[in-house]
């Protein structure tokens, strides 16, 4: 497969856990936030999102929290199965004209069955 | 959403020589972005495809290293010209969609 993941701090879980991969963002005035997934050979995956206007969203089996206090926003995701090892970015939007993303560094998801 | 291919998935290219990645979207998108990730690294703008004008690169990217067209609404091209092995990575274009953002499955470039 590809080398996606391959330098990036990793959090192993045993399946059935629940994950929680945490990312710091940069610029106080980004106003929409997104999980990526990536796979091995594939392009990012949307997750899921939350404007700065909130502070939690949910989903199906994943939560996102945003605390602006501190810029950090954290992907929480319940009862892991191994269909969800992969590597998450964060991402954010700095520019609203453009709507360009700013991806964060990445974490390696692991999912131990 | 939108499904985007890229063309080739992946090459070997020598050095000096340029390569072009096509990227098809089924739908209109607004917005389309070229974006490269190195091996083992987070991903990077390079420049938004702009439709009949010029593409708006990033910072440390240029027009003459990486043209780009976007002849219309669901198709662009990047072209990664004069090569070097440090331009060995995978580039991934994207359409936006209302907020939603759609990658391509990226092209993974190797120059030797």
């Known amino acids: 497969g590809e080398n996606v993941g391959l330098h990036l701090p990793t959090l192993s879980v045993q399946e059935g856990d629940n994950s929680i991969i945490n990312c710091a963002y940069s610029n106080s005035a980004s106003d929409y936030f997104i999980w990526y997934k990536q796979e091995s050979g594939k392009g990012p995956q949307f997750i899921i999102d939350?404007?700065?206007?909130?502070d939690k969203r949910q989903g199906q089996r994943v939560t996102v929290l945003l605390n602006k206090t501190v810029k950090h926003l954290s992907l929480q995701i319940a009862a892991t199965q191994p269909g969800d090892s992969a590597v998450y970015f964060c991402a954010e939007i700095l520019d609203t004209g453009r709507r360009a993303l700013t991806f964060g560094s990445g974490t390696r998801l692991q999912v131990q069955p | 959403s939108a499904v985007i291919s890229q063309k080739p998935s992946r090459d070997i290219c020598q050095r000096g020589t340029s390569l072009t990645i096509q990227c098809q979207v089924d739908?209109?998108?607004?917005?389309m972005f070229w974006y490269r990730q190195q091996p083992g690294q987070s991903l990077t703008l390079i420049a938004t495809?702009?439709?009949?004008?010029?593409?708006?690169?990033e910072s440390g990217f240029v027009i003459d290293k990486f043209p780009i067209s976007r002849p219309n609404l669901t198709f662009s091209t990047l072209t990664v010209s004069n090569m070097s092995p440090e331009d060995s990575s995978i580039y991934l274009c994207s359409g936006q969609t209302h907020n939603e953002q759609f990658f391509g499955p990226g092209t993974r470039l190797t120059v030797l």
């Open positions: 739908s209109q998108v607004t917005m």
């Open positions: 495809a702009n439709q009949g004008s010029e593409a708006t690169y």
């Open positions: 939350i404007r700065s206007n909130m």
